[in-house]
């Protein structure tokens, strides 16, 4: 099965940019890499994925490596907002995904 | 508004008395699934649908059955709820294409098993 390892917490300061990295170094050649964010106890929001590209939309980017061992997840500009869990996401075969404890990130004022 | 409901949202029960859980999506996806969230463990897959009448297991289905009769249900079943199932429940929806999906997830439903 495909697994992540991210880092348990990180700190940002408001107006920064937060890179949250992701190991993911079983992955398959096919499988997209998929990142989400928990807010408090809310269901997780999709946020971006990516196959082997780097990837850019509204709420982030996303960068991985050659190899697809590794990918960084990059919010521009961190807001308070943006305090949240963030999951890496690797598939294990088509329709099973493990989410993992992820990364707590807290934005500083 | 596109979006995945549960019911309920807060349930409090006693151990050996079923009950269920319900999930609707309203966006014709044909990919479901059910994901508890437990302090220190993340989310774990519970059970999935790739569409109707076709399910499988994710990682930790013991204790737990669904069924995916209509297209945009699909109810997670405790036959007989322990304490151990006490847990944070997600249900989640997508359309499956190109090979990857965008699972957009319900607002969730704390169960606690007395």
């Known amino acids: 099965d495909a697994k992540t390892t991210q880092p348990p917490s990180m700190d940002c300061a408001e107006g920064r940019a937060a890179n949250l990295p992701c190991n993911h170094s079983?992955?398959?050649?096919?499988?997209?890499v998929y990142w989400y964010r928990q807010i408090h106890s809310q269901g997780p929001q999709y946020i971006i994925h990516?196959?082997?590209n780097n990837e850019t939309n509204e709420m982030a980017s996303l960068i991985i490596t050659e190899d697809r061992k590794s990918s960084t997840l990059i919010l521009p500009h961190a807001t308070l907002r943006d305090t949240a869990v963030y999951y890496c996401?690797?598939?294990?075969?088509?329709?099973?995904?493990?989410f993992g404890t992820g990364t707590r990130l807290k934005v500083l004022a | 508004e596109a979006q995945v409901t549960q019911n309920p949202r807060y349930l409090i029960t006693v151990t050996g008395k079923k009950l269920t859980v319900t999930c609707s999506q309203n966006?014709?996806?044909?990919?479901m699934s059910w994901y508890r969230q437990d302090p220190g463990l993340g989310l774990r897959q519970i059970y999935y649908?790739?569409?109707?009448?076709?399910?499988d297991k994710g990682d930790v289905p013991e204790g737990y059955k669904v069924s995916r009769k209509e297209k945009r249900n699909f109810p997670l079943i405790l036959e007989s709820p322990s304490p151990n199932q006490t847990s944070l429940y997600f249900c989640?929806?997508?359309?499956?294409?190109?090979?990857?999906?965008?699972?957009?997830f319900g607002p969730g439903t704390r169960l606690t098993v007395l």
């Open positions: 989640a929806s997508s359309h499956q294409r190109g090979g990857y999906n965008e699972q957009f």
């Open positions: 079983t992955i398959s050649g096919n499988e997209y």
């Open positions: 990516g196959l082997k």
């Open positions: 996401i690797a598939p294990s075969g088509t329709y099973k995904y493990i």
């Open positions: 966006m014709n996806h044909e990919y």
């Open positions: 649908s790739m569409n109707v009448e076709v399910t």
